[in-house]
């Protein structure tokens, strides 16, 4: 499987929900083969027998190269053997010091013509091409599966779709596709090989593709091979995407399952740039797979992109404001929210830490439902200071319950430029304490849920009030909600947005007189 992020910037996805398996070990065991698709099994195979492969090197046009089979070995999963298969005769078959490796997953071996399975792992810097290959009655077993699901869906019948139909070329074993989850001005995806094809349903990769489990719905594209890229340590295959031709309707341990014809729900979503020198923002159209698992990562993975290509030379004191628009209802009004980011905390971290703090948001709020349209928008700031909390100090040592109360927060840049802001803060009527601390600390670390919402307006409204970097948030005792910075007592927020983004914390108290 090749993982690839176009265009110009090739990147592989980093995020947890959004996080992707280059080489999987998966693994199979022998079950009852399927004569429909000529195959062949595990017990009929032998030490030295030889037999081919089939795969993409350059263009669509699958070739030959021969193998010869080695063993069945046992796997760290219960019951589930692979088997060992050598590339031979590489110097003919291969560019000289190239190995296989990503892109080549799911390229059909052949013994006495029939099939016995798919190239799924390897190891690193080998000296020959040692492959490890999943038995073809495993990916039977999801196939089967695959069409179950997918029979379940439409009601029972598969030619009855609630989907809308594409129409396009059949793959063809040993031939290239790919799995894609953002398309348009960035494509984000990845590419692997067809295994066989039984109908209108394709079965590829000998491993799964993603982590979301085993029912998914992503478009399907044939895909060319612009060059295998040779390495000593794992070769990878530059391909693009050629024609849609159906979606990926299975995810399994074992393979992945296509079907023809059947085109996938997308997202539209547009993301745009204003930088401090330009009047007009740039603006990048995409498409994102309609998944609930998928959209918070391919958000983060697109903001990404855009930022590690348009910032490269925004100073590291300007600041990134960012705008959301989210519409999840047709007759309501999209849900709106924004953040504020640093330069100089984005390069130290990495771009992707740009949405990183929204990540909860988004899988709450999408867990049950999908936006219609996602629109963002990336503004540069060039006063973007970042100020850390010196200290925070009451203007009084002693208040009474019912009291105001003024705190004084310190704040310092790095070229020791400083700001002081006052809060006004007011002291519970029914305080019974001796002190009345407070912690003060900035808003984009602090818990975008006061209490975890249960309903997707609670999610609504909690997005609708998030906290920005640039929020100086004070968490003082009152208020109805519970937080780990004070034990047994309820709390509450007093926020005051400031110039500068902040950082740090710091705990204050005051004395409380007139209490008994």
Same mark, same amino acid.
Request: proline share 7%; glycine share 8%; aromatic share 10%.
């Given at each position: ?212 489990? &085993? +029912?998914?719905?992503?478009?399907? !594209? $044939? ?6 890229? #040779?390495? =000593?340590?794992? *070769? ?80 590291? &004191? +300007?600041?990134?404001?960012?705008? !959301? $628009? ?6 309501? #009004?999209? =849900?709106?929210? *924004? ?178």
């Amino acid at each position: 499987m090749d993982t690839h992020f176009r265009p110009g910037i090739r990147r592989i996805l980093k995020n947890a929900a959004w996080l992707l398996a280059l080489w999987l070990w998966l693994l199979t065991a022998a079950v009852p083969v399927c004569a429909e698709l000529n195959t062949i099994g595990l017990d009929q195979l032998r030490t030295g027998m030889n037999g081919y492969a089939l795969s993409v090197f350059k263009g669509q046009k699958p070739i030959r190269f021969p193998v010869s089979f080695i063993d069945v070995v046992r796997s760290e999963w219960p019951g589930k053997p692979v088997f060992l298969i050598r590339a031979i005769d590489a110097p003919k078959a291969f560019p000289d010091g190239m190995s296989l490796g990503s892109g080549f997953s799911g390229s059909p071996i052949y013994f006495n013509g029939r099939l016995a399975g798919a190239f799924s792992f390897m190891e690193m810097f080998q000296s020959e091409n040692i492959l490890g290959v999943t038995p073809i009655g495993d990916m039977i077993v999801e196939l089967e599966k695959a069409k179950a699901s997918f029979a379940s869906k439409v009601g029972g019948d598969p030619e009855i779709s609630r989907f809308e139909k594409i129409s396009g070329g059949l793959p063809v074993p040993g031939s290239m596709i790919e799995v894609t989850w953002v398309r348009g001005d960035i494509w984000a995806g990845a590419s692997g090989t067809v295994t066989a094809v039984d109908g209108d349903y394709v079965l590829a990769f000998g491993h799964e593709n993603l982590f979301l489990g &085993d +029912s998914v719905l992503f478009p399907l !594209y $044939t895909a060319k091979v612009s060059e295998v890229m #040779p390495r =000593l340590d794992l *070769s990878h295959k530059i391909t693009n995407p050629v024609e849609e031709v159906g979606s990926v309707i299975w995810d399994g341990k074992q393979a992945i399952v296509g079907k023809i014809g059947v085109k996938a729900p997308m997202i539209p979503a547009v993301f745009s740039y204003l930088s401090e020198n330009d009047t007009y923002p740039v603006l990048y159209n995409v498409e994102i797979a309609s998944d609930s698992r998928l959209i918070p990562g391919a958000v983060k993975s697109v903001m990404a992109s855009v930022v590690d290509f348009q910032a490269h030379n925004t100073p590291n &004191d +300007s600041a990134i404001e960012t705008s !959301y $628009t989210i519409y999840m209802d047709a007759t309501k #009004p999209p =849900l709106n929210f *924004s953040q504020r980011h640093d330069m100089r905390s984005i390069r130290r971290k990495s771009p992707d830490s740009i949405e990183e703090g929204y990540a909860m948001i988004f899988e709450h709020l999408f867990k049950d439902n999908s936006p219609s349209r996602i629109e963002v928008s990336l503004t540069e700031l060039s006063d973007g200071r970042r100020g850390h909390i010196k200290r925070a100090f009451f203007g009084k040592t002693e208040v009474r319950p019912g009291d105001k109360a003024v705190l004084y927060v310190e704040l310092i840049h790095a070229l020791e430029e400083k700001k002081t802001v006052e809060i006004e803060l007011r002291i519970p009527e029914n305080y019974e304490g001796d002190l009345y601390p407070v912690l003060v600390t900035a808003g984009d670390s602090v818990s975008p849920f006061e209490t975890l919402p249960e309903s997707k307006d609670e999610v609504i409204d909690a997005v609708s009030n998030m906290l920005r970097a640039d929020d100086l948030v004070v968490l003082h005792p009152g208020g109805k909600n519970r937080t780990p910075f004070f034990t047994g007592v309820n709390v509450q927020r007093t926020v005051k947005r400031v110039p500068w983004s902040v950082a740090g914390g710091f705990e204050a108290a005051v004395g409380i007189s007139g209490n008994p």
